[in-house]
């Protein structure tokens, strides 16, 4: 064996390893919801990260770097899984065990006191614990220093190879569109009505009809499995167990059926990863921008366009024909597709989506650069919402308070929601040149020519390319935003009658 | 820390590992019944074992254990502890890797192929497998040789001291009386009449009642919970956290109804251990005869006994009410206890039970001595079946395919669920010496006391005392079968009028 094929034997192990330490939190997020004390799982979840850690940081590791670095005919996939090892290697040998230990503790005091804060509405409960962890995070970025700028090297945790301003290049352009663009549909005399959304459905049928959406969207039930969490997220236990999970709302089926499309995208890019990357350090999505332009063109591009429902709204209306049976499917579509400023990001439609992202990116940007301090977020945030959106939140609860993400210490995360999106716009777009019956075929409850390409272009490569080059493999040219733009401009002005 | 000391902090971080293989396997049986391949989960489970196996052979164990024993002052738990430990030790030195690995993929594929095979009736799916299974047994008690016959040696993982001859010693003068028991009960000309159990109740209902009836007994639902599976079992993830499963019949509650209290049973021991002993070797049932015991003695004890049903018998015609509203507690009460012979070990009366028990533990004895082949189970089960219950199984779905232990590479293990009878009996007709009053408790639905008794004087102890001292300590004498036929026929004779 040589170097490269050691390393790939080597991480397997740790690939494992990795799975288990999946399924712990899977069961902790699934099963453990009313549990009163989560003290034993919480010693197994530290015993495998210590074990992965020493496994990583070992010296053979970074011996058969070096001896492989020196290999002449390393093939493509070879390279990429050295690319990732390497990278894998530097992020744990270059962090010393206490700031890993210290950030650890950090973030579940900062869970606990976001959490109260956020309960409460008062900031001033978060700060000194959010504070302490901004610091964390820029000794991190000082160290790690992938990137000249602590920003870009916070960003690159999450998306590899992207920078501060390579994004900001990306998003500045499209920032005032979208703010105009929200205005216009504002400006229309005929908006969609959203109230058909706002009665009861009830939850146990909104998940068994999630079921039947999954099955025809070519989600294998073989393969993995869907539950219900308070947050729905998506889990890959092993190379061929990838879970999601939903939530159901009662009086917004919303949260329910478009959350399951969403998670459902994340799980087929995992589930379509080639055989030959299974339980490879490449066996994941590239980025969390790739991943999440699959998600998003799911739920969005696919879920809601007519197309889709004119396939499934007869579905939906057997399941709440009390609600529905006579209730013209254009207007459901409508509905669904609803444009509205409004104050928390997860519930909010594709288009104002974009802002409540570049707000988090613009704030993250100034925080790690010193330029503002923790302490001045709310009054910031309420501002720049104000300038962004036009509205100002009633409370922090529904402003800066609203997401976990600054507590777990991940900053730099936000942007790549938003990058998915853009991502996703540009390849839907070329999909669209290709197979243009794509629309054609959801009117007939057909989706496997969209998931097959998806899987040729994007999927079975795992992490072999790099964002920035799957997308010019895929379309032929960089990120460009204005496919985003010209995606939306075509499919809302007839919604809103413009 | 004297070497007892690093003894137990070193297998606190085992017991880790074993608790997160625990999780794998609790998940792998709830969660992935419908899935295709397991092969990530397998690999996953013997990558634990394997690191499981490395710590517990380590030379530092040797070495720490022959210090441990050169040390004078060691208190009952460390005494015990050093026992446990010097067992895992050899067990595990004793047995080559190689065959470790063997053993857990096998048992992995051979759950598959079981499992198929059930669901056609097609004993020849498994076949193979599980002489595979078989050889490799015969193999590792060759390596064991904790007793001079492998038989012996495989009974003694389970059931830590007893032998074959031991237990048929218990057995083989019962045997002769059960049966005698069973035909007596079939002369009477005043039965009771179960096709009150076979009508539709529903699914959910069952579900949910189980619930109610656990909750009574004192299972608290915030260190487990309770979920459906093929084949209801008992694990514990965790030092606080041991959960159940159960299953539903439509047209037979019973199975979810005693199943939930039996497994409810198992759980109440692991629950009850003393917070000393969590995260040790110790913190464990000390044999699986002790843990039957105990769900026994609440599924049978308690939960077949006319004050039980006193008590419960109005919320069964609550959620029942088209089955039961005018049916007579008295007549459920006989119906509940009928004795019948029939094909399914777990669904057997109280009194039938041990001849299933018998007839598995006859054929494992010289399947393991080679006397009988793998490929003439199917015959040699419903001849030996006729023998002893006078009944022959319509198929091997109903007969030799029953039960998953087999698969899972557990002979020997069978013996230890009628010794649980046996035990459990002994065990209650000590504490009803002591607490005379609690069949009235159990009318006003109030089970602790018996709880606290079990607690005090079984539960909390885990495996410090090995099930035959435990014995002598609670009840002064030696296992003794006398007191469960006595229970049957103090019982019975009323049921069947005679």
Same mark, same amino acid.
């Not at 959203?194 to 706002?198: A, H, K, P």
């Not at 339980?279 to 590239?286: P, S």
């Not at 800066?400 to 976990?404: F, K, P």
């Not at 210490?409 to 936000?414: A, L, N």
């Given at each position: 064996m040589n170097a490269i094929e050691e390393l790939k034997e080597y991480f397997a192990e740790i690939m494992r390893l990795h799975y288990i330490q999946v399924t712990l939190g899977w069961d902790q997020e699934v099963?453990?919801?009313?549990?009163?004390?989560?003290e034993g799982r919480s010693k197994q979840v530290s015993l495998i990260e210590k074990l992965i850690h020493k496994r990583v940081t070992s010296e053979k590791v970074g011996k058969l770097i070096k001896e492989a670095e020196e290999?002449?005919?390393?093939?493509e996939i070879e390279s990429a899984m050295l690319r990732e090892i390497t990278r894998e290697y530097n992020l744990a040998t270059k962090l010393p065990e206490k700031l890993v230990t210290e950030i650890a503790e950090t973030s579940i005091l900062a869970a606990k006191d976001w959490r109260e804060a956020r309960a409460k509405s008062d900031f001033s409960i978060f700060q000194n614990i959010l504070e302490k962890s901004v610091e964390l995070q820029k000794e991190k970025a000082r160290r790690l220093k992938?990137?000249?700028?602590m920003y870009s090297t916070l960003i690159d945790l999450y998306?590899?190879?992207?920078?501060y301003n390579w994004i900001a290049n990306v998003f500045n352009p499209i920032k005032p569109k979208l703010i105009d663009f929200v205005k216009k549909l504002n400006y229309s005399s005929n908006k969609p009505d *959203?109230? $058909? +959304?706002?009665k009861y459905y009830d939850p146990d049928k909104q998940f068994e009809l999630s079921f039947e959406i999954i099955k025809k969207l070519n989600y294998d039930l073989g393969y993995g499995r869907q539950d219900r969490s308070t947050h729905p997220f998506t889990s890959?236990?092993?190379?061929m167990d990838t879970r999601i999970t939903t939530r159901t709302s009662e009086n917004y089926p919303n949260e329910c059926i478009f959350g399951t499309i969403h998670e459902c995208g994340h799980a087929l890019y995992e589930m379509g990863i080639k055989k030959e990357l299974h *339980?490879? $350090? +490449?066996?994941?999505?590239?980025s969390m921008g790739i991943h999440e332009s699959q998600s998003r063109m799911w739920e969005?591009?696919?879920?809601?366009?007519k197309e889709f429902w004119m396939y499934w709204y007869p579905t939906f209306q057997k399941y709440f024909p009390e609600n529905?049976?006579?209730?013209?499917m254009q207007e459901f579509y409508r509905a669904v597709n609803t444009v509205q400023p409004s104050f928390i990001r997860v519930n909010a439609d594709e288009v104002t989506y974009g802002l409540h992202i570049i707000l988090r990116f613009e704030l993250e940007k100034e925080l790690i650069d010193g330029k503002i301090q923790v302490k001045e977020l709310p009054q910031l945030w309420n501002s720049k919402f104000e300038d962004l959106l036009g509205i100002i939140p009633p409370n922090d609860t529904q402003g800066?308070?609203?997401?976990?993400h600054w507590s777990m210490?991940?900053?730099?995360?936000?942007p790549t929601y938003f990058l998915g999106n853009l991502y996703g716009a540009q390849i839907y777009q070329n999909v669209l040149k290709k197979i243009p019956q794509l629309p054609e075929d959801y009117r007939k409850g057909e989706f496997s020519n969209l998931l097959n390409y998806l899987r040729e272009?994007?999927?079975?490569?795992?992490?072999?390319?790099r964002a920035s080059d799957l997308i010019k493999r895929i379309?032929?040219?960089?990120?460009?935003p204005n496919y985003f733009m010209d995606y939306l401009e075509k499919k809302y002005y007839p919604i809103y009658n413009l």
């Open positions: 099963n453990m919801q009313n549990y009163k004390s989560l290999l002449a005919d390393l093939n992938t990137h000249p700028d998306e590899p190879g992207a920078t *959203d109230s $058909i +959304l706002r890959s236990l092993a190379s *339980d490879t $350090i +490449l066996c994941n999505g590239t969005n591009f696919v879920g809601r366009s529905l049976k006579n209730y013209p800066v308070l609203q997401d976990i210490g991940s900053i730099g995360y936000f272009n994007v999927h079975q490569h795992g992490s072999v390319y379309t032929g040219e960089e990120l460009n």
